[in-house]
T-cell receptor, first 111, second 115 residues
Framework: DAGVIQSPRHEVTEMGQEVTLRCKPISGHDYLFWYRQTMMRGLELLIY????????DSGMPEDRFSAKMPNASFSTLKIQPSEPRDSAVYFCASSFYDEQFFGPGTRLTVL | DQQVKQNSPSLSVQEGRISILNCDYTNSMFDYFLWYKKYPAEGPTFLIS?????DKNEDGRFTVFLNKSAKHLSLHIVPSQPGDSAVYFCAASASGGTSYGKLTFGQGTILTVHP
């Protein structure tokens, strides 16, 4: 199995632009999680899905952030408009039970 | 509100000695605890876990201890090796209700093992 796949690995954009991060979970996993890692706050859970349905989005910082999971093999996290304080590493993870498997992350820089 | 806390941002240890990483939690509903290791430019990877019905779990050089009354867990690495140098995250979950599947992470501890 290829593991959790995230794209792009790096994204540099200008303030105000729309950013879309993509994730392909491990086949057979029914949970999908989006996290953000910053020096100040560590690993924060933004939103998670179970069987493609959003379960808890209380970690989504603002309305500028949205996430979708149209099918079991694909999810997106969108930031519109982006701001410099959104600069961070964004991880996607999937699980079947308690152990979550993480992707390599997307390093986002908003100038 | 930080429900899982790792109060030591960093730890430096000599190769061959014991590394002890600590984690405290505040939510009494947490009943499953995990440690993840993260290398630069990679995602966190699962290391070891423990259920609240146990107070110790061992896997090779790694042992996790759980003290439920103190709401404290620790990860022991013996002997420490330079390849263990990484960021270690403590995480916790509550098996019941709508929180099932959700992990709450601490802020991480950077472990450096010197040759």
């Amino acid at each position: 199995d290829a593991g959790v796949i995230q794209s792009p690995r790096h994204e540099v954009t200008e303030m105000g632009q729309e950013v879309t991060l993509r994730c392909k979970p491990i086949s057979g996993h029914d949970y999908l999680f989006w996290y953000r890692q910053t020096m100040m706050r560590g690993l924060e859970l933004l939103i998670y899905f179970n069987n493609n349905v959003p379960i808890d989005d209380s970690g989504m910082p603002e309305d500028r952030f949205s996430a979708k999971m149209p099918n079991a093999s694909f999810s997106t996290l969108k930031i519109q408009p982006s701001e410099p304080r959104d600069s961070a590493v964004y991880f996607c993870a999937s699980s079947f039970y308690d152990e979550q498997f993480f992707g390599p992350g997307t390093r986002l820089t908003v100038l | 509100d930080q429900q899982v806390k790792q109060n030591s941002p960093s730890l430096s240890v000599q190769e061959g000695r014991i590394s002890i990483l600590n984690c405290d939690y505040t939510n009494s509903m947490f009943d499953y605890f995990l440690w993840y290791k993260k290398y630069p430019a990679e995602g966190p990877t699962f290391l070891i876990s423990i259920s609240s019905i146990k107070d110790k779990n061992e896997d090779g050089r790694f042992t996790v201890f759980l003290n439920k009354s103190a709401k404290h867990l620790s990860l022991h690495i013996v002997p420490s090796q330079p390849g263990d140098s990484a960021v270690y995250f403590c995480a916790a979950s509550a098996s019941g209700g709508t929180s099932y599947g959700k992990l709450t992470f601490g802020q991480g501890t950077i472990l450096t093992v010197h040759p």
